[in-house]
C-alpha cells in the first residue's frame, strides 16, 4: 500500500472543524453537511450508557441524531489541542485532548481531558468509528441537568 493524501490527523482536524461549525450554531441555521462529508456510510459512534445521549450512532443520519442531542445541551463542543497517537501502517489512533463544553442552559464553562479511539479510512478520508472517554461523567451530568 503506497501513501495516501489523507492521514488520521486530516481527517481529524477537518471534523473537529465542522463539529466546532455545527455545534456553535443557532438550531435553526445547523448545516450537518460538512461533518457528513467526513463520515463513511457505516459510521459507528459509540457514548457510554451514562450519558443522556448514549448509545451507538450508525452512519451520518446517525452522527446528526447525535450532534443535534449534544447541540441541545451545548452551544460550544471544542476538542482543543488533540494529539493523535498512530502507529505507522494503522487505521486506528488514540486521540488525547482537552474538551471544551458550555452548557447552552446556563453558559457553564466545562474543560476536561477526553479521550477517543478512532479508525479512519485512509483512501477514502473518512472517520470509520469513534469511541469517546470523558474525564467527570458525573460533573457532565450535573452541569446539564441529567439524572441518569
Given at each position: 500500500?503506497?501513501?495516501?493524501?489523507h492521514?488520521?490527523?486530516?481527517?481529524?482536524?477537518?471534523?473537529?472543524?465542522?463539529?466546532?461549525?455545527?455545534?456553535?450554531?443557532?438550531?435553526e441555521?445547523?448545516?450537518?453537511?460538512?461533518?457528513?462529508?467526513?463520515?463513511?456510510?457505516?459510521?459507528?459512534?459509540?457514548?457510554?450508557?451514562?450519558?443522556?445521549?448514549?448509545?451507538?450512532?450508525?452512519?451520518?443520519?446517525?452522527?446528526?441524531?447525535?450532534?443535534?442531542?449534544?447541540?441541545?445541551y451545548?452551544?460550544?463542543?471544542?476538542?482543543?489541542?488533540?494529539?493523535?497517537?498512530?502507529?505507522?501502517?494503522?487505521?486506528?489512533?488514540?486521540?488525547?485532548?482537552?474538551?471544551?463544553?458550555?452548557?447552552?442552559?446556563?453558559?457553564?464553562?466545562?474543560?476536561?481531558?477526553?479521550?477517543?479511539?478512532?479508525?479512519?479510512?485512509?483512501?477514502k478520508?473518512?472517520?470509520?468509528?469513534?469511541?469517546?472517554?470523558?474525564?467527570?461523567?458525573?460533573?457532565?451530568?450535573?452541569?446539564?441537568?441529567?439524572?441518569?
Amino acid at each position: 500500500m503506497g501513501p495516501t493524501k489523507h492521514t488520521a490527523r486530516s481527517v481529524l482536524e477537518t471534523f473537529y472543524d465542522e463539529e466546532r461549525k455545527y455545534m456553535s450554531a443557532a438550531p435553526e441555521e445547523r448545516d450537518f453537511s460538512g461533518i457528513a462529508a467526513v463520515l463513511s456510510p457505516d459510521f459507528k459512534l459509540e457514548q457510554t450508557s451514562a450519558l443522556p445521549y448514549a448509545g451507538v450512532y450508525t452512519g451520518p443520519e446517525g452522527m446528526q441524531d447525535w450532534a443535534r442531542r449534544m447541540s441541545d445541551y451545548f452551544d460550544i463542543v471544542d476538542v482543543k489541542n488533540p494529539e493523535i497517537f498512530e502507529s505507522q501502517g494503522s487505521n486506528r489512533v488514540v486521540v488525547l485532548s482537552n474538551v471544551h463544553f458550555r452548557v447552552r442552559k446556563t453558559g457553564e464553562d466545562l474543560h476536561y481531558p477526553l479521550c477517543q479511539a478512532v479508525t479512519v479510512d485512509l483512501e477514502k478520508g473518512t472517520m470509520v468509528h469513534m469511541q469517546p472517554f470523558y474525564w467527570d461523567v458525573h460533573e457532565l451530568n450535573q452541569a446539564i441537568g441529567h439524572k441518569p
